[in-house]
């Protein structure tokens, strides 16, 4: 039987790949769509102005990352368990309090940049009056008050392609506006309004389509379940709790690299980073689509204890995350000069050292993308969160000696340096539990 008949036999393997397939093939015409609405604003704003306008988008997220509690990895670990089970009632109970805490959340994350968008423009702008562009945005945050709940039941329900849908629909709705700003000579206030308005339509659509799916599979009246149906409090408070910490070190040590970029060097600098973070960026369009519907898989798999069906899945997957992302990455480091040509003009050609030293540490990430979902459906959300932040404080302590001299060629070299070394520890770390699973069960047969 050859490699390629084993991986369309494998049923594990061949439900995630459908599942991904089609909220790929909804990804693949809204990554275009981001390639003109990034083309036209790169052109509309020059250097200065992207990297403002990043820095706001950017600063609302990463306070939501640092309250949020990741309730789309608890709606799939727990809730997704009970679907496997059949306990609709315990399922229900915990997506209602995952609904309500990340409600909560919400609130709390954009009444926080509200109250800092004065500490926000003094350190990490050049520009005066501009506070307000903070509070405008994170309006945001509050139309997104049950999106990370609403994914996780989409992906145990199966129907994560939804999501691909309504990002599509968000996405042609921005480039429609941010294409009358730029043939309109329109201002950064627009564009800005353009984005908002795409996370209004990508929060509040999912959350309707998440609803459908609850009634359909758990009943009409599943949010009347009483949360006094939670078991296993105490575990679920703890995972919660890890999956927040851990998002908070992530959010702070990768995702929120523009702001680091943005504390130690000029806007014009951070537009050109922002510029190579965002074409790097695009080699996440295919894993963004593999991990929510391999880790239903995963975690189904870890719940049945079938270990040589997991090892199994996780070579699949990764062979062919390999393979493609390896293509990417080359080309990205052959044709990237151009590639910023293209993208956004040659005033942002001083980008390319950052582009070329940041692949490498995202080639290495999204080859091995399962690293986090296997922690957690194995049990283990605390090693996540200690590998981060050990190798994140590392990075943290560099750039403070590092980007001021070398400027965002030392940036993305930094964080490519805490992809391989965070994601390398977890991925090993995982594979090693497997093993000694397996070995424990097998001494108890024995």
């Known amino acids: 039987m050859s490699f390629f008949t084993k991986l369309r036999a494998d049923p594990h393997f061949s439900r995630a790949l459908h599942s991904s397939g089609k909220l790929l093939s909804a990804n693949t015409i809204s ?11 790169a052109r509309l704003l020059a250097p200065e102005g992207l990297g403002l306008l990043r820095v706001v988008m950017v600063y609302a997220s990463t306070i939501n990352s640092v309250l949020s509690f990741r309730m789309s990895e608890l709606t799939v670990r727990y809730g997704g368990e009970y679907f496997t089970k059949g306990d609709k009632t315990k399922a229900a109970a915990v997506i209602k309090a995952a609904s309500l805490l990340e409600a909560l959340v919400s609130v709390l994350a954009f009444l926080a940049v509200v109250f800092s968008a004065g ?3 003094k ?13 405008w945005y994170a309006l945001g945050l509050l139309a997104s008050f049950n999106l990370e709940t609403s994914t996780g039941v989409l992906q145990v329900t199966h129907k994560i392609q939804w999501q691909g849908y309504f990002d599509l629909a968000q996405n042609i709705f921005v480039t429609a506006l941010i294409g009358a700003a730029f043939f309109l000579h329109g201002s950064l206030a627009a564009v800005l309004n353009a984005y ?8 509040l659509g999912i959350f309707g389509v998440a609803q459908i799916q609850l009634r359909k599979n758990l009943g009409s009246g599943w949010w009347k379940t ?4 939670l078991s296993g409090v105490k575990g679920m408070l703890g995972f ?16 929120s690299e523009l702001l680091w970029v943005a504390l130690f060097l000029p806007t014009d600098l951070v537009g050109l980073y922002s510029v190579a973070y965002t074409i790097v960026r695009f080699i996440a369009i295919p894993a963004d689509a593999l991990i929510p519907a391999t880790f239903p898989e995963i975690n189904h798999l870890a719940v049945q204890k079938d270990w040589q069906k997991l090892k199994d899945f996780l070579r699949k997957v990764t062979t062919l995350s390999f393979v493609y992302n390896l293509l990417i990455g080359l080309g990205f480091i052959i044709f990237g000069r151009w590639l910023i040509l293209i993208y956004s003009g040659a005033k942002f050609l001083g980008a390319y050292p950052a582009l070329a030293a940041l692949t490498v540490g995202l080639v290495f990430n999204y080859v091995l993308f399962w690293n986090r979902p296997l922690l957690l459906s194995l049990g283990l959300p605390n090693y ?22 070398y400027g965002i060629v030392a940036a993305g070299a930094l964080l490519s340096f805490y992809y391989v070394a965070s994601v390398g520890a977890m991925a090993l770390r995982g594979m090693q539990e497997i093993k000694r699973a397996e070995t424990k069960e097998l001494g108890i047969k024995n």
Request: glycine share 8%; proline share 4%.
């Open 384 to 405: 996540p969160v200690w590998a981060t932040l050990i190798v994140g404080l590392l990075k943290t302590a560099l750039a403070f000696w590092l980007i001021p001299k």
């Open 226 to 229: 009483p949360l006094t149906n």
């Open 240 to 255: 919660a709790f890890s999956s927040n910490v851990s998002a908070t070190i992530i959010k702070l040590f990768r995702e």
């Open 123 to 135: 350190y990490f702008t050049e520009a005066s009056g501009v506070a307000w562009m903070f509070s």
């Open 196 to 203: 908002l308005f795409g996370k209004i339509i990508l929060g």
């Open 119 to 121: 500490l926000a423009e």
């Open 31 to 41: 990554l275009g769509l981001s390639v003109l609405q990034g083309i036209m604003v």
